[in-house]
């Protein structure tokens, strides 16, 4: 899975709980060509789907190298996006009091099972309790120039919150993150990468 590409449509609702995203990807499906992505516009989509706005997410990369059996929380309802087939794999309710912003945690149904290899490298961020967030996708939306190389000095980049770091290190052994029996915990650096909590 490492390097295959994707891409998102997060389409936001308001509904009794709050804002509610459901979220289409192409993952399994297509890699996102980019001649038909640059042609989405989110306030079209936004409109057609009756939401109250839309996000384009991506296009994003895997940086994980499998991806297991992932179970159906959401009815998988297909969509066309300007002929770039999509399916709803999620639904991310972000509360009453949603603001947008990096480093932030979101809670996400997705009901899957993610693989870092041994030997291979990981990404990650870490809290100022040592907690540490290992990447799951790159993006190359806010920074087209975004390769899996120049990860090795995106610390050099982050405008981190204070006591948080980033670092870079070689698994000693596979890394297994199973969110099939709950939700996944979340979130995203100024530049769009998404960091998962491994347990």
């Known amino acids: 899975m490492r390097g295959v590409r994707y891409g998102e449509v997060l389409a936001m609702f308001l ?3 709050g804002l509610e995203a459901e979220v289409y990807g192409t993952q399994m499906l297509n890699d996102c060509p980019q001649e038909k992505w640059q042609t989405l516009d989110a306030d079209a989509i936004a409109k057609e789907m009756g939401a109250v706005f839309a996000k384009l997410n991506g ?6 190298d499998g991806l297991g059996t992932k179970v159906a929380v959401v009815e998988p309802v297909f969509r066309d996006f300007n002929g770039i087939t999509m399916r709803r794999i999620a639904v991310v309710n972000l509360g009453v009091d949603y603001s947008p912003g990096s480093y932030v945690e979101r809670k996400v149904n ?3 099972v993610f693989f870092w290899d041994a030997g291979k490298k990981v990404y990650e961020l ?3 309790d040592g907690v540490a967030y290992v ?3 790159r993006c190359i939306g806010v920074d087209p120039t975004m390769s899996e190389e120049s990860l090795d000095t995106l610390g050099d980049k982050l405008s981190l919150p204070a006591g948080w770091s980033y670092r870079v290190r070689v698994l000693n052994e596979e890394l297994v993150v199973d969110t099939t029996a ?3 915990t979340v979130l995203q650096d100024e530049f769009e990468n998404t ?3 491994p347990n």
């Open 195 to 197: 960091y998962t909590l």
């Open 135 to 137: 990447m799951q996708a």
């Open 110 to 112: 997705r009901g899957a």
């Open 126 to 128: 870490v809290n100022p």
């Open 59 to 64: 296009p994003r990369y895997w940086l994980l």
């Open 15 to 17: 509904r009794d709980t």
């Open 182 to 184: 709950h939700v996944a």
